[in-house]
């Protein structure tokens, strides 16, 4: 009888999972940013810092959250040379009625860096915000986010969803997943993402194909068409979700191409999802020749990007001598890593 690799997938549970944080992490984003850091200390789910950055001195808060979808980072700065206070650009343009002005004004102290988002420009958004502007409401609703003021988030990321700005409707999709306790908060969540979607935001459609797949049963008719067309287009990691679809479907060839691509994506948040698939379907010889080589490969990178049946798979391949010479200690190994990364079945071998 042809084995059976583990082939557990979760993929909206991770929608708004974070990993945790680090003072290195922040010290290297920091100097991204051209910041050399002097003290870091940890305040609640974010890092205050003090640092340098050439001649000035700079203070602010950093935010690192890595889950399903995209990895975001966020930090508040604020430099200067102690000598003299900088000259305070002219934001009177933006008042009640000008919602083009506001939104220029802030978007050119958002796109300074993406990545810095200075209370300033959420000022100004909240000007456009109050003229019914989609976009500005849900700027502030990400604004919102980095302190995790959900209330607010919620109320600003509603008026985005209520004014026709698809990324607000998203927004509410993903607070469902992550902030909801009561029965049901799915259903309402692939609501959200459908409304965002139709309303032309990408996140909409990829949140509800992870819902889609997710179900139980998946509904996968659904989902191809909008995974077809994240992958068309080229969004982040659609083609990941794609294969993930195709996977499910049974189309093991067409999914293999697209799995394995999103295994090499350093980039893709599914990253580890991916390479664990495309590991199955080779070890297995689905809809292709089995490889049991290529397989341990991939079986080892989704372990190495914290996939608990990536690892599980890995030790099975070092017991059975699948793909690599049998080791019993390295398949103990694993075995350990997959328990610590919640593989129940791991853990009790």
Same mark, same amino acid.
Request: proline share 3%.
């Given at each position: 009888m042809r084995s059976s690799w583990a082939l557990a997938i979760a993929f909206t549970s991770s929608l708004g999972a974070c990993h945790r944080t680090s003072e290195a992490e922040v010290r290297d984003y920091l100097a991204e940013q051209g910041i050399t850091a002097t003290s870091v200390t940890k305040n609640? +789910?974010?890092?205050?810092?003090?640092?340098?950055?050439?001649?000035?001195?700079?203070?602010?808060?950093?935010?690192?959250? @890595?889950?399903?979808? #995209? #990895?975001? =980072?966020?930090?508040? #700065?604020?430099?200067? *040379?102690? !000598?003299? $206070?900088? *000259?305070e650009p002219d934001y009177s343009a933006c008042k009640p009625g000008a919602a083009a002005e506001c939104?220029?004004? &802030? +978007?050119?102290l958002y796109g300074k860096n993406e990545k810095v988002y200075p209370k300033q420009a959420a000022k100004l958004y909240r000007v456009a915000c109050d003229d019914k502007d989609g976009r500005a409401c849900e700027r502030v609703a990400e604004f919102e986010a980095i302190d995790k003021s959900w209330e607010e988030v919620?109320?600003? &990321?509603?008026?985005?969803?209520?004014?026709?700005?698809?990324d607000g409707c998203a927004r509410l999709?993903?607070?469902? /997943? !992550? =902030? %909801?306790? &009561? %029965?049901?908060?799915?259903?309402? %969540?692939? +609501?959200f993402f459908k409304d965002g979607c139709e309303k032309g935001s990408k996140k909409g459609?990829?949140?509800?194909?992870?819902?889609?797949?997710?179900?139980?049963? $998946? +509904?996968?008719?659904?989902?191809?068409?909008?995974?077809?067309?994240?992958? !068309?287009?080229?969004?982040e990691n659609g083609c990941s979700?794609?294969?993930?679809?195709?996977? @499910?479907?049974?189309?093991?060839?067409?999914?293999?191409? /697209?799995?394995?691509?999103?295994? @090499?994506?350093?980039?893709?948040?599914t990253r580890a999802i991916a390479c664990n698939l495309a590991g199955a379907i080779l070890a297995d010889g689905r809809g292709t020749k089995a490889d049991a080589t290529r397989a341990f490969q991939l079986f080892e990178s989704a372990c190495e990007h914290k996939s608990p049946d990536g690892c599980a798979n890995t030790a099975r391949a070092y017991e059975g001598a699948r793909g690599v010479a049998k080791d019993l200690d390295k398949a103990r190994e694993f075995r350990e890593k997959a328990c610590k990364l919640g593989h129940q079945k791991s853990c009790a071998t």
């Open positions: 609640g +789910d974010s890092f205050d810092y003090t640092g340098t950055k050439g001649t000035e001195t700079c203070t602010g808060t950093v935010r690192i959250n @890595k889950g399903f979808g #995209s #990895s975001t =980072q966020s930090f508040t #700065s604020n430099c200067g *040379d102690g !000598t003299a $206070p900088v *000259d939104n220029k004004l &802030a +978007d050119a919620r109320f600003f &990321a509603e008026r985005a969803c209520n004014y026709g700005n698809g999709g993903t607070l469902e /997943l !992550t =902030q %909801a306790e &009561a %029965a049901g908060g799915a259903g309402r %969540a692939l +609501d459609c990829r949140g509800a194909v992870a819902v889609m797949l997710d179900a139980t049963p $998946p +509904d996968l008719d659904h989902a191809l068409p909008l995974a077809e067309k994240l992958c !068309t287009e080229k969004y979700l794609l294969g993930m679809v195709l996977f @499910k479907k049974k189309d093991y060839r067409r999914a293999l191409t /697209l799995l394995e691509e999103g295994c @090499k994506d350093e980039k893709d948040a």
